[in-house]
């Protein structure tokens, strides 16, 4: 017989059936990976991707500043090129008032768009990424953010150790012009990497976390095509990524920035409005100890993530 209190019995039986469902979550905790405590004292980035055409508008700026400054906006990662082209593109007048505004600014630089097909890459083109990281650092950029590091998901069957060792020789030489300049070094992951401990892409955490300061796992649930839980549940989604990579740099001086979803697509499957599935984004990785978050929308449409954050005052 156990006693709750003075007086109360409660039957054995149901005293097992309790310290069993008890005991079944905490096991299903250390399965997933239960969050690092919240954070402390580091500055929490609430951060919007810019596509290149509207980094460059000053209007267009100056009106997401005073939008998203007001609900905690601090941070934008800007494409300093156009899409399939390599020539540096941005507005000096933009990157100074957004220093003025004191929002931390990243630059995203598109690296093999889809993926590497081939091998050898032409050394040409590495030095333009590199020489665009450099003029990044330069223009007063807190940050370069590498994208599309990664070999194709149809490209030629290469050894994965020859994938990653031509990745880490990348990583290496982009760490190698971040120090020269002062400057953080970020990658973009896919999400579904967190989860793999190999992936035939090239992308494996670890190694990208020997050379980056920041990464930042794609988390959007509506990619989880073909399984339906994860794209009707994007707060729980958005979760359980954001741990799965907090665990992977568990004692490594790597932070995790997930990219969450502010964009409609497949959204119907979580039968909600796209602030609300927003909303359950930002609430699940301000709850664990990732450094933030940035929200995606490809045309720089962010009327979802102010609704939302304005909601959750």
Request: glycine fraction near 6%; hydrophobic fraction near 40%; aromatic fraction near 10%.
């Amino acid at each position: 017989m156990i006693f709750i209190g003075r007086k109360s019995p409660l039957h054995t039986k149901t005293a097992a059936i309790i310290l069993s469902l008890i005991l079944a979550a905490i096991l299903s905790a250390i399965r997933q990976g239960a969050p690092a405590e919240i954070r402390a004292s580091q500055v929490l980035m609430r951060g919007l991707y810019i596509p290149n055409s509207k980094s460059r508008g000053m209007d267009y700026i100056k009106s997401l500043v005073e939008k998203g400054k007001p609900l905690g906006i601090n941070m934008l990662v800007m494409d300093v090129h156009a899409f399939g082209s390599t020539v540096y593109r941005v507005n000096p007048d933009v990157i100074s008032y957004l220093k003025r505004e004191n929002f931390y600014i990243a630059a995203r630089i598109v690296c093999f768009q889809d993926g590497i097909n081939k091998m050898p890459v032409a050394q040409s083109k590495l030095e333009q990424l590199y020489s665009l990281t450099a003029a990044a650092a330069d223009s007063g950029f807190d940050e370069v953010q590498l994208d599309y590091i990664r070999f194709a998901d149809d490209g030629i069957p290469y050894p994965l150790n020859k994938k990653y060792a031509f990745i880490e020789s990348l990583l290496r030489n982009f760490r190698k012009i971040a120090d020269e300049k002062n400057l953080k070094l970020s990658a973009d992951l896919f999400g579904r990497v967190v989860y793999n401990r190999d992936d035939f892409i090239g992308q494996k955490v670890e190694i990208f976390a020997k050379y980056t300061d920041i990464l930042y796992p794609m988390l959007y649930p509506s990619h989880y095509t073909g399984d339906r839980q994860r794209m009707s549940m994007p707060g729980e989604t958005v979760r359980e990524g954001t741990i799965k990579g907090l665990n992977r740099v568990a004692g490594i001086n790597v932070e995790i920035q997930p990219y969450i979803q502010a964009f409609p697509y497949n959204i119907q499957y979580a039968r909600m409005k796209l602030e609300e599935y927003v909303a359950l984004q930002i609430k699940a990785v301000e709850e664990t100890s990732a450094r933030g978050w940035v929200a995606w929308n490809p045309n720089g449409d962010y009327s979802s993530v102010f609704t939302a954050l304005e909601a959750m005052k």
